[in-house]
């Protein structure tokens, strides 16, 4: 397909463009919302379940790593389903399972249950992001693609900062009923939705091509390097939150704060920053007319604010939340890292790939955790995530380095 029809197809879209976008976007504010929010309820759900003060640090890990799994699972299955069937089969399958299992979430009273339900959220989860990146990168034209990422970013990122506010505010139960309910609404919006005109392309012209095929990613070896390449870039800002921010209430206490620090108002600042960022680094790429630019830029200011953040060791709220604010925003370059991981690869498994990538990134951390934990008996909290931040930014900048900037790339093509 020429770029003139591509072109021309857009136009032909009209409000359907803006209503793709908007759709993706409030998608990835639930799956943000979501990811986040058992982080802000970790210690008042795990309390009211039963869990012991001793456990809740071994508990918290479990969890996370359970919904993590979960995440990676789903990766894979949405992806390989958007390549073969299409994208908006993804978009209302995800949304239907993520919907169900946070508003029963609701209504647990044990740590199984609630690791069941954590899993089967991930799974859906899984479908929201990968494929908003993919839908916006293959409807707008490449000039412009930046600016329909880095508005999905912005307000996805929104939902952390609703998951602090809610879960801090009105309590875990409702918090979880209240997710559900929003994915619910969200899947009424999608039905109006169109495909992506460049995979339908490919549909028309090549019925019995081999779309979502995982095993042409994973046993290709350009293609492998790629994939992995994509995955590893993000890993640094997943380190910062899943674990440094996650964890606030114990990295605090290893500064010295008097008085104990609530991880979800430590998220909520941290995701403001993230908010910011995602916004700044989108224009910073249209700016360079530059992915891999912008994103080294980032990393540079999240390893300074990162070190600062260790030299000061902030032991009042004041300091530790700014603190957070400033780590997020220089951690604002994941949808930009995902859409570069999603340009570097054709039509045919494009979903494949953006979908599972930030997932197989994400679920990177649970090895992260497994670090973290084995390391803190010996070395303590901040020690042991500071080795593990230093070992995930060398493989993110080698990474990022190592891939072809995808700015001016045209998608349509095949691998």
């Not at 990393?299 to 604010?325: Q, V, W």
């Amino acid at each position: 397909m020429s770029t003139l029809s591509f072109t021309d197809k857009l136009n032909g879209l009209g409000k359907g463009v803006f209503l793709t976008i908007l759709v993706a976007t409030l998608g990835y504010f639930v799956d943000v919302f979501d990811l986040i929010l058992f982080g802000v309820v970790r210690v008042s759900s795990l309390k009211s379940i039963g869990v012991d003060d001793e456990h809740l640090l071994s508990t918290g890990i479990f969890l996370i790593n359970i919904q993590l799994t979960g995440l990676l699972v789903g990766g894979f299955l949405w992806g390989v389903l958007g390549d073969k069937f299409g994208r908006l089969s993804v978009l209302l399958g995800s949304i239907l399972l993520y919907s169900a299992s946070t508003f029963a979430n609701a209504f647990v009273d044990n740590v199984t249950l609630y690791a069941i339900l954590r899993f089967l959220a991930g799974v859906g989860l899984a479908g929201e992001l990968g494929i908003g990146v993919t839908l916006i990168s293959e409807i707008m034209p490449r000039q412009y693609r930046g600016i329909g990422a880095t508005i999905l970013g912005a307000a996805g990122m929104l939902g952390a900062v609703t998951a602090g506010l809610v879960g801090d505010s009105l309590g875990w139960r409702f918090a979880y009923g209240f997710g559900g309910l929003m994915g619910l609404a969200l899947l009424l919006m999608r039905i109006g939705l169109k495909e992506s005109p460049l995979y339908l392309e490919l549909a028309k012209k090549n019925a019995g091509s081999q779309r979502g095929r995982l095993f042409s990613l994973l046993c290709n070896p350009s293609l492998l390097r790629r994939y992995i390449a994509v995955i590893l870039v993000p890993l640094p800002l997943l380190t910062m939150v899943w674990i440094l921010v996650a964890f606030t209430p114990e990295f605090a206490s290893s500064f010295g704060a008097s008085v104990p620090l609530l991880a979800g108002k430590a998220i909520t600042f941290c995701y403001i920053g993230m908010t910011i960022g995602d916004i700044l680094c989108g224009l910073l790429s249209q700016f360079l007319k530059s992915r891999r630019k912008a994103i080294a830029w980032f990393l540079l200011m999240l390893s300074i604010t990162c070190a600062a953040h260790f030299l000061l060791r902030p032991a009042t709220a004041g300091l530790y939340y700014l603190s957070c604010l400033f780590m997020g925003l220089a951690g604002g370059y994941w949808i930009v890292a995902i859409q570069f991981g999603a340009e570097q690869f054709g039509t045919n498994i494009r979903a494949t790939a953006a979908t599972s990538l930030p997932h197989i990134a994400r679920a990177l951390v649970i090895p992260a955790t497994i670090g973290f934990k084995a390391m803190t008996p010996m070395m303590g909290v901040a020690a042991s995530w500071a080795i593990i931040m230093a070992v995930a930014m060398f493989l993110s900048l080698l990474s990022l380095f190592s891939l072809q900037d995808s700015f001016h790339k045209d998608l349509d093509y095949v691998e």
